[in-house]
């Protein structure tokens, strides 16, 4: 346990070295997981942003990963992934956050995102960070599930991110 307090993480833009990581943690954790093209298609736009969390020491465990895109003036939080075995330790408020400190130097007016309706623990992340629920989408996801639509304003002040 005390290795892994003062293990040190990065956060940096994805690359197509990524793909195989990502596609595999995307497997471990999503209900309806993207596959290697839909990241790849995603690296390739230029609106679009894929950001991963890795260790320092190696650059080769991946613990999490964003992705999202900037249009106009909003943010869309498209995709967001933490590994199971380093959930509970913020990594998925670390990953939220800098996006949130993305859309305030962009000077986005706001970031929205949709959630499973049944992700409790996305749903309690995103709130704590000041999303509110605004809509719900009915029969969003693949499955029949609905989705809540979160939305988050902008004020500028990155300093709480």
Request: hydrophobic share 45%.
């Amino acid at each position: 346990m005390e290795q892994q307090e003062s293990a040190t993480f990065s956060l940096r833009p994805a690359t197509e070295d990524d793909l195989p990581a990502l596609v595999a943690l995307e497997q471990a954790i999503q209900v309806a997981p993207w596959n290697a093209e839909h990241f790849r298609a995603e690296l390739q736009k230029p609106f679009s942003q894929v950001l991963v969390l890795t260790d320092d020491e190696t650059d080769s465990v991946l613990i999490g990963y964003a992705v999202f895109w900037r249009v106009g003036d909003e943010v869309h939080l498209l995709n967001v992934g933490v590994a199971l075995e380093h959930r509970g330790q913020g990594f998925g408020k670390l990953l939220v956050r800098r996006v949130l400190a993305f859309a305030s130097r962009e000077n986005a007016k706001k970031i929205w995102l949709e959630v499973r309706k049944s992700n409790l623990a996305a749903v309690g992340l995103y709130q704590g960070l000041g999303f509110a629920i605004c809509q719900i989408r009915k029969q969003f996801y693949s499955n029949g599930e609905d989705a809540y639509v979160l939305e988050h304003r902008v004020d500028g002040n990155t300093s709480d991110f």
